[in-house]
């Protein structure tokens, strides 16, 4: 419970071959089944003089949104092994197509699951991934003329910024883990000479800050 998961923050396109055969892998963020589902279709349309275009998707925290399909290829040779890559990496949110234009010589159930899977792991490889951590949302409410130096130590410090809601004050809600709180709360008190007003609002997921 509450466990870190990775998601897809920008995705990528990568391609591989065997025998002739091409094997182009995209993917994509995808928030929802809708998502996913209009992915593939603008895929399928660039795509439409390809044979194959299989596909895989893992969407949500606990990643309980999946959906694979071979799209003509012998079964399980195809979805199930890219819903596989993407299950070892963990990632979330995630949809990837693998097209394949046919290079003439049929592969064998074997070596055509091995490229799909290759496929979508360079795909995987080239995006960009996030970790998702559990952890608090914040509400830091200051006067205007302080607000930038508050901006500035946030992004100074790796921290998700979610809002920034402007009235007679300017208030940033963000996020952070619980561990590290208390030291960023005694930084914004002492960046805005106490002119802070901090309250924790709800517990939350945040982007981890990247090592």
Do not use: W
């Given at each position: 419970?509450?466990?870190?998961?990775?998601?897809?923050?920008?995705?990528?396109?990568?391609?591989?071959?065997?025998?002739?055969?091409?094997?182009?892998?995209?993917?994509?963020?995808?928030?929802?089944?809708?998502?996913?589902?209009?992915?593939?279709?603008?895929?399928?349309?660039?795509?439409?003089?390809?044979?194959?275009?299989?596909?895989?998707?893992?969407?949500?925290?606990?990643?309980?949104?999946?959906k694979y399909s071979d799209d003509?290829?012998?079964?399980?040779?195809?979805?199930?092994?890219?819903?596989?890559?993407?299950?070892?990496?963990?990632?979330?949110?995630?949809?990837?197509?693998?097209?394949?234009?046919?290079?003439?010589?049929?592969?064998?159930?074997?070596?055509?699951?091995?490229?799909?899977?290759?496929?979508t792991s360079l795909g995987l490889?080239?995006?960009?991934?996030?970790?998702?951590?559990?952890?608090?949302?914040?509400?830091?409410?200051?006067?205007?003329?302080?607000?930038?130096?508050?901006?500035?130590?946030?992004?100074?410090?790796?921290?998700?910024?979610?809002?920034?809601?402007?009235?007679?004050?300017?208030?940033?809600?963000?996020?952070?883990?619980?561990?590290?709180?208390?030291?960023?709360?005694?930084?914004?008190?002492?960046?805005t000479a106490s002119k802070i007003?901090?309250?924790?609002?709800?517990?939350?997921?945040?982007?981890?800050?990247?090592?």
């Open positions: 419970m509450n466990e870190p998961y990775k998601i897809l923050v920008e995705g990528a396109t990568a391609e591989t071959e065997l025998k002739k055969s091409r094997f182009i892998a995209n993917v994509s963020v995808a928030e929802s089944k809708e998502d996913a589902e209009a992915f593939i279709e603008s895929i399928r349309k660039k795509y439409y003089d390809a044979r194959h275009n299989c596909y895989a998707y893992v969407i949500g925290k606990d990643g309980d949104v999946v003509g290829e012998p079964g399980q040779t195809a979805g199930l092994p890219m819903y596989s890559v993407i299950k070892e990496t963990g990632i979330r949110n995630v949809v990837v197509v693998v097209t394949r234009y046919f290079g003439g010589t049929l592969l064998g159930a074997g070596p055509l699951a091995g490229m799909y899977r290759e496929a490889k080239a995006s960009i991934v996030a970790t998702m951590k559990f952890g608090i949302e914040v509400n830091a409410i200051t006067d205007y003329p302080e607000g930038e130096k508050v901006r500035r130590l946030l992004e100074r410090e790796g921290v998700q910024i979610a809002d920034t809601r402007y009235s007679d004050k300017v208030c940033f809600v963000f996020r952070t883990s619980v561990e590290n709180f208390d030291e960023l709360e005694a930084k914004l008190i002492s960046v007003e901090i309250n924790k609002v709800c517990e939350a997921y945040f982007q981890a800050k990247e090592d």
